[in-house]
């Protein structure tokens, strides 16, 4: 079993996705351009300035991305930084077990504790307390056959899910304008028939980035926020006597 393999299995590769997507999740009607607006976005319908924010987003070199949300009824968490050169560290949270994770390059690196490794193992059958304290504390590589770059720790990944069919994005509603973190952002609202409704934050200065995803109803209620755009993401490889031959996940 591989880094990434464990990655699936965790939970938290879908968390960020799913919260992104969940503009896709049906709709009611797509918000007019308004008259008299003022501002970055005057004129310009909800679906338009949706569009241009999952342009920006998706061409900034760089983003940092924090998130919660449920899998399977559990609570999840995550918090990356990625960019588009495939180097990606950060941290994913789940009941009782926690994971860190770092891509250099084309190689994935994970490392976590032994309630993590447990829960992993015994999920494939192959649960035992010799593998489990081999793999706690220390970094476990992807098998070379499957470094490619899915997940979270692929960037363009995480964003083709908001535009992997416009349609999806269509039918949104101008909201108010906000604050997200210290910054101006206009919410734009979309509602399905089954209870579910997203609203997605835009910034209104600069660039129009997503800066925060918020999920609520439905199977996949959660939040997601987006800062530190186009800053470096320092990602080394761990040390080679930190690092353990993925086989081990075997037991």
Known sequence: MSAKKVLVLFGAVTLGVSVLAGCGEGGDG??????????????????EIAAAAVKATRDAESVHITGTGEQQGQEMKLD???DNKDNCTG???????????????????LRADK???????????????????????KWVKSDADEAGTEGMCDKQAVVAALDSDKSERQGMKKGKETEVNGESALTLTKKSGNGEEFTLYVATEGEPYILKAVNKGGENPGETTLTDYNKKVDAEEPPADEVVDPKQVQG
């Open 30 to 47: 797509g918000g007019s351009a308004g008259s008299g607006e003022k501002g970055p976005f005057a004129g310009k319908s909800a679906d």
């Open 91 to 109: 941290t994913l949270t789940g009941p009782e077990a926690e994971a860190d994770v770092v891509q250099a390059g084309q190689a994935v690196y």
């Open 80 to 82: 990356f930084s990625v």
């Open 115 to 137: 309630a993590f490794w447990k829960n992993v193992l015994k999920a494939q059958g192959a649960a035992s307390d010799g593998a489990v304290d081999k793999l706690a504390g």
